[in-house]
């Protein structure tokens, strides 16, 4: 008997494997709160230990939590360097490598790894940002918002000791008054600091009515620092220029060493000292303009591009260690690639998985850090899972953490597959993913929603995607698509849009549902549509222009131009950049791309959800479109979201409550449930 058992317990192993496998267990909604990934990875010079941001997500506070492990390069000894009952962020190692200072709960800490003792060196009002080591490891530079005296012009004389008076009023003659994300904005101006590595009094280091934000880039014998900022004055009224400045710490001048015609921004300086890398791009008063990498002299001359073939906008670079070139990072058709990039000769992709810390939507973009041998740290993409931390050296790839086995063990997660497909407006290629649900069968026919990207010049790619899997995991395909518009497919194809927003992307759209239909397993009479932001406003056009959908649901929309920019927080930056003039000269231009103007054309039951704290896409302009279908007696709701801005998933139960309407509205309007 024994034998037999000992014969048979393969395949009984085979058996209940397959039967595991086999076994279709779909996302819950409360799973959002098992997610961790892994951001800001920070491989040391050596490139043996990399320290980095394990995120994960507090069902009591609902909270996004923050925390520093570290391990090795070789994907051993993983262990965490602060407490989960504390928030740390972005870990920088010291020039000597034996410390680590980093941010928590506000205030700068620094760990020395030999002992394992960490202290708080700073007591600041607010909290810092841009932590950088001086070369010699003794100080700490970061920059901190500001506070500036602003008295009211105005005093009330009478108000008795004891009195109950309304609050004051409040004041407001700046351009720049409120941030979405913050609220209204105190009176006060970014700067940068120094202090001491083992603790002090923090220093200022620049003045002026002006903002810097960034790291500074030191020069390697301590006396100077390089920054890029906006010094002009009226700075708000040009919202992308900046220009290089030098600081020489010993009587805090500064000297503008270089000023281009657009943005110049992330100067570093090369490690033997002699060259200055930045990015920037020659402003043209596009929708969408892609950095480019420059190189130049210290003193602002010889400016070369080292990137303009590349035709992608760059988001990262560091030096490599001999400062023959760079590390470049990018995204490419949807996908987060780093690549080394020679001063002479031709670049090479190194990583084309990098990304996967937009965990909610499948938007692109990730992190990366290189030691001085090569090896290459970088928060890596997938579509089964948010980012986890993985190395790259000599060409070879390899993923170091799993912390999401424990969910993809009891879960399954929907398959993503890849499809191209014809614009019927000119031919293009149109890049997209399809979701299919678990358990997915193509002899059966299922419910499809469209869910479109914001930006509009950002992009989706093959990455996990929260929300997008929720909605999959209650039986609907979903299909995400770049249309144009969309970066990351050069500069040409964003700007296809340019100044004709919404338009042809529209068409794009449609093409890719029909793309799908013609697979034989969706249900043509279960079609649905949603997007957030200009994913909102895309969908609020498309009911405008098409009945084919059997419900929509627009998430933080835009619907009327015209109040939009002088509503929104980027107004500045909005009137100049994504239409040809201002509202009151052009209004029949801002009334013919506003979804709104096509509101009577609407017959698709519509649900609108927006934060009551949106300052990006006012929750105005969700109001407006609601009351003009209740007008129509068209059937719609409105959710708002109390005290949340336009980053809706910034709290972990709106992550869930997003999908979970979404999906609620759909099923009020699916054929098969009706007959039911």
Known sequence: MKKILQLCLPLLLLWTATAIAQQVNPLKYDDVFHLELVTDPQINAKGDQIVFVRNW?????????????????????MQPLTQTDSNASSPRWSPDQKRIAYVQDGQI???????????????????????????????????????????????????????????????????????????????????HYLIAAEGGSAIQLTTGDYNHSGDLSWQADGKAVYFAANRREAAYRTPVNSAIYRLTLSDRSIEQIYDPAGPASQP??????????????????????????????????????LTEDLDRHINAFQWQ??????????????????????????????????????????????????????????????????S????????????????????????TIGQVEEIWYESSVDGKKIHGWLM????????????????IHGGPHTAYGPV???????MAAQGYVVLYTN???????GEDFANLIHHNYPSYDYNDLMDGVDAVLARGFINEQELFITGGSGGGVLTTWTIGHTDRFAAAAAINPVINWYSFVLNADMYNYFTQYWFPGLPWEMPEHYLKHSPISYVGNVTTPTMLFTGDADYRTPISETEQYYQALQLRGIDTAMVRIPGASHALHARPSNLMAKPAYVIHWFERYRQSKASD
């Open 57 to 77: 997500f507090d069902r009591q506070t609902d909270r996004r939590r923050m925390a520093l492990w570290i391990m090795n390069a070789d994907g051993s000894a």
């Open 109 to 191: 800490h620094v760990l020395w790894l030999d002992s394992g003792r960490s202290v708080q060196i700073s007591q600041l009002p607010h909290t810092p940002a841009n932590l950088t080591w001086s070369p010699d490891g003794n100080w700490l530079s970061f920059n901190m918002f500001t506070a500036k005296s602003a008295p009211p012009p105005v005093t009330l004389p009478g108000k008795p000791a004891t009195a109950n008076w309304a609050p004051a009023p409040i004041y407001i003659d700046s351009m720049q008054y409120r941030a979405d994300g913050a609220g209204y904005l105190p009176s006060g101006y970014r700067h």
């Open 268 to 305: 570093m300086l090369s490690p033997d000292g002699r060259q200055l890398a930045f990015l920037g791009f020659e402003d043209r008063k596009l929708a969408h303009q892609a950095n480019r990498l420059y190189v130049m002299n210290l003193d602002g001359s010889n400016v070369r591009n």
């Open 321 to 386: 260690s001999n400062s023959r070139g760079l590390y470049i990072q990018y995204d490419d058709l949807g996908l987060g690639k780093v690549a080394e990039q020679p001063l002479r000769g031709n670049r090479s992709v190194l990583v084309t998985d990098l990304g996967g810390t937009s965990f909610s939507r499948p938007y692109s973009g990730g992190q990366f850090s290189v030691a001085d041998n090569g090896l290459i740290a970088y928060t890596q993409a997938s579509t089964e899972r948010p």
């Open 388 to 411: 986890e931390l993985a190395m790259q050296h000599r060409r070879t790839n390899r993923t170091l953490t799993n912390l999401n086995r424990d969910l993809l063990f009891k879960r």
């Open 436 to 451: 299919y649900p678990p358990g997915f069968d193509a002899n059966k026919q299922y419910p499809l929603i469209l869910e």
């Open 464 to 470: 996990f995607a929260m929300e997008l899997q929720l």
């Open 483 to 489: 249309p144009r518009g969309s970066t990351s497919y």
